[in-house]
């Protein structure tokens, strides 16, 4: 359902029957993604809960708006703040992955007694070093041209090619072909601008502010994603009420690779909820 919120046209979506006593979940999914891509695994949770996707802005069915302000940190986090006030939801268990989990974590250190209980996947609380995040935000912004400057069919090609996303590369060709034509349905604009103001390097610096999330916390890595794994084993300690979770044979999206584990870690952590 697309809904006119203050600053742009969101869609979220149910992924069962809604039903007011049970608990809500609010999945949001990483960069060139979109709340499809967490439809099947919705399916492979406890049913025990409400579970609701969000298109974040620039994203599947949300609007891609031309005004770069409308994707900074702040206005993200109150478009889905504007999406609770809509479905009246006071109190929420949050699970995001990659960007959505930097957009979850966010919302955590804004809102944390909206939040019950969060999940993250294949998060970073920001960049530490200043000459690092000065040359990620460097990056983001060559990426942002390069997608401006192709075909969304080539950037979805260039973008599944990833060195990230190497795990991936065992997925059979029909599985690839599927993965890039779910991306080629973004919008170049709001690709671009996500990019620009809400990549990791723009990102509020977040390691001093875990400590005040209290609110019980599962961080999910896979083990081959040596990079993210590392980061998390530090976070871990951070936060009050937190544990950690290696996904075995997975790389940067655990819930894609291994779904099954990944949904098993995940009914594990709501089960105590």
Same mark, same amino acid.
């Given at each position: 359902? $697309?809904?006119?919120?203050?600053?742009?046209?969101?869609?979220?979506?149910?992924?069962?029957?809604?039903?007011?006593?049970?608990?809500?979940? $609010?999945?949001?999914?990483?960069?060139?993604?979109?709340?499809?891509?967490?439809?099947?695994? %919705?399916?492979?949770? #406890?049913?025990?809960?409400?579970?609701?996707?969000? #298109?974040?802005?620039?994203?599947?069915?949300?609007?891609?708006?031309?005004?770069?302000?409308?994707?900074?940190?702040?206005?993200?986090? !109150?478009?889905?703040?504007?999406?609770?006030?809509?479905? %009246?939801?006071?109190?929420? $268990?949050?699970?995001?992955? %990659?960007?959505?989990?930097?957009?979850?974590?966010?919302?955590?250190?804004?809102?944390?007694?909206?939040?019950?209980?969060?999940?993250?996947?294949?998060?970073?609380?920001?960049?530490?070093?200043? @000459?690092?995040?000065?040359?990620?935000? @460097?990056? #983001?912004?060559?990426?942002?041209?390069?997608?401006?400057?192709? !075909?969304?069919?080539?950037?979805?090609?260039?973008?599944?090619?990833? #060195?990230?996303?190497?795990?991936?590369?065992?997925?059979?060709?029909?599985?690839?072909?599927?993965?890039?034509?779910?991306? @080629? @349905?973004?919008?170049?604009?709001?690709?671009?601008?996500?990019?620009?103001?809400?990549?990791?390097?723009?990102?509020?610096?977040?390691?001093?502010?875990?400590?005040?999330?209290?609110?019980?916390?599962?961080?999910?890595?896979?083990?081959?994603?040596?990079?993210?794994?590392? $980061?998390?084993?530090?976070?871990?300690?951070?936060?009050?009420?937190?544990?950690?979770?290696?996904?075995?044979?997975?790389?940067?999206?655990?819930?894609?690779?291994?779904?099954?584990?990944?949904?098993?870690?995940?009914?594990?952590?709501?089960?105590?909820?």
């Amino acid at each position: 359902m $697309i809904i006119q919120i203050s600053s742009a046209k969101i869609n979220y979506e149910h992924f069962n029957q809604f039903d007011p006593v049970k608990k809500t979940m $609010i999945l949001l999914h990483g960069f060139t993604g979109s709340l499809e891509d967490w439809r099947s695994v %919705s399916t492979s949770l #406890d049913m025990s809960f409400n579970y609701i996707g969000i #298109d974040l802005i620039g994203h599947g069915k949300s609007e891609s708006p031309e005004e770069v302000e409308k994707y900074t940190t702040p206005e993200i986090i !109150k478009q889905i703040n504007d999406v609770l006030s809509h479905l %009246s939801l006071n109190k929420i $268990i949050l699970l995001g992955y %990659s960007m959505g989990g930097r957009t979850a974590l966010n919302f955590a250190v804004k809102y944390p007694k909206k939040v019950e209980a969060l999940i993250l996947e294949s998060t970073s609380p920001g960049i530490k070093d200043e @000459k690092e995040r000065e040359t990620r935000i @460097k990056k #983001d912004e060559k990426l942002a041209k390069y997608i401006e400057t192709h !075909k969304i069919e080539e950037f979805a090609e260039f973008w599944i090619n990833q #060195d990230i996303f190497n795990t991936q590369r065992r997925f059979s060709d029909e599985k690839r072909r599927q993965i890039k034509l779910a991306k @080629k @349905k973004n919008d170049k604009t709001g690709l671009a601008n996500s990019v620009r103001e809400f990549g990791t390097g723009k990102m509020l610096l977040l390691f001093d502010h875990l400590q005040y999330i209290n609110c019980k916390t599962l961080l999910i890595t896979g083990e081959l994603d040596e990079k993210f794994t590392g $980061i998390n084993k530090e976070m871990v300690k951070s936060f009050p009420h937190a544990e950690h979770k290696i996904i075995d044979n997975a790389g940067h999206n655990t819930h894609l690779e291994e779904h099954g584990k990944f949904a098993k870690h995940i009914n594990e952590f709501l089960s105590d909820i």
